[in-house]
């Protein structure tokens, strides 16, 4: 599976991004689907994930309540709309799938990997 992860960009601190996951190379369909950032100087961190289907998400704490994750399985494609975007919220975020239906936070959970896209959140 390769993934293209797009729409990151400056956007000012309030403000909303979506981002996008393309998958292509095989269906994504029966895999679970994982956003994770890493800011400059730190470690990467889990963000959102999504079940196969989209029935359940599950998010981190520092997101909850201002970031929604989806997905689009008849176009191959996850999606995360970020709002009341903060300062703390810029990094690069990436993509990822797991070869299993049910969702995970751990980065080792995850098979493949999309380039990242950059966030930058200004105050």
């Known amino acids: 599976v390769q993934l293209q992860a797009s729409g990151g960009g400056l956007v000012q601190a309030g403000g909303s991004l979506r981002l996008s996951c393309a998958a292509s190379?095989?269906?994504?369909?029966?895999?679970?689907l994982g956003w994770f950032r890493q800011a400059p100087g730190k470690e990467r961190e889990f963000v959102a994930t999504i079940s196969w289907n989209g029935g359940s998400t599950y998010y981190a704490d520092s997101v909850k309540g201002r970031f929604t994750i989806s997905r689009d399985n008849a176009k191959n494609t996850g999606y995360l709309q970020m709002n009341t975007l903060k300062p703390t919220d810029t990094a690069v975020y990436y993509c990822a799938v797991r070869l299993r239906p049910h969702m995970a936070s751990g980065d080792d959970d995850y098979d493949f990997w999309g380039q990242g896209t950059e966030v930058t959140v200004s105050s």
């Open positions: 190379g095989r269906s994504f369909s029966s895999y679970a």
